[in-house]
């Protein structure tokens, strides 16, 4: 069965300073992976996802995630947090073999401070 | 243009009451879903339809029903609400692509209140 792990429940970062949300993963065959975004009372927004070819992966509002396929991560990444992105943050997995769900982590609440 | 639409936003209701949540997309997807967020904030999928025909269905009570009248729309009906049942509850679309690859877009969810 496919599994999504975000170890941390809560990230604070200082604006301005690079951030990093941990994502690791566990499928039977190939992953797809996705990186969502929700805000306070909305739905969820894509950022990114991982099907094959470049390990890195570029989104949204400059978010970038790394596929590792030896340490099955997919930590999510931006070079320098805005306020603007506190929010919660969920990575989500799908295994390439099979009509399988997508299924996702706990989510990890970012918190950037001014 | 709103690409995932839900009504209502927020739904009260007394226990044992049956309730409906309609969803509408206008992206021309062919695939929808329900997906459950509880008080923790996680998320889990309740039911996935391919073109009205239903393809996932998790373990959910008999309770909830999803209807597809159409491809654009996926309504869900819960009978006999219980408290238990007090969530936010998230339709979704993605475009028909095999695989499994295809990107799923949210509306902004539900907010059901069982008192």
């Known amino acids: 069965a496919q599994s999504v792990a975000q170890p941390e429940d809560q990230v604070n970062v200082a604006e301005g300073n690079p951030l990093t949300v941990k994502c690791t993963y566990s499928?039977?065959?190939?992953?797809?992976l996705f990186w969502y975004v929700q805000y306070p009372n909305r739905g969820l927004q894509f950022l990114l996802k991982?099907?094959?070819?470049?390990?890195l992966v570029k989104g949204s509002y400059g978010f970038e995630a790394e596929f590792n396929k030896s340490q099955t991560s997919f930590h999510l990444k931006k070079p320098s947090a805005l306020v603007s992105d506190s929010a919660l943050y969920f990575c989500a997995v799908r295994d390439s073999r099979g009509n399988t769900p997508l299924v996702f982590g706990k989510g990890t609440r970012l918190s950037v401070i001014a | 243009d709103t690409a995932v639409s839900q009504t209502p936003k927020y739904l009260v209701t007394q226990m044992g009451n049956d309730k409906s949540i309609k969803c509408e997309q206008n992206?021309?997807?062919?695939?929808m879903y329900w997906y459950k967020q509880d008080s923790k904030k996680f998320l889990k999928i309740m039911f996935s339809?391919?073109?009205?025909?239903?393809?996932i269905n998790e373990t959910v009570p008999n309770r909830f029903s999803p209807k597809s009248p159409d491809k654009a729309h996926l309504n869900l009906h819960i009978n006999s609400l219980e408290l238990g049942d007090s969530a936010v509850y998230f339709c979704a679309s993605s475009p028909l692509t095999s695989g499994g690859t295809d990107t799923q877009y949210f509306g902004p969810g539900t907010r059901l209140t069982v008192l």
């Open positions: 339809y391919n073109n009205k025909e239903l393809i």
């Open positions: 499928v039977s065959g190939n992953p797809y």
């Open positions: 992206l021309g997807h062919d695939t």
């Open positions: 991982y099907i094959t070819g470049d390990n």
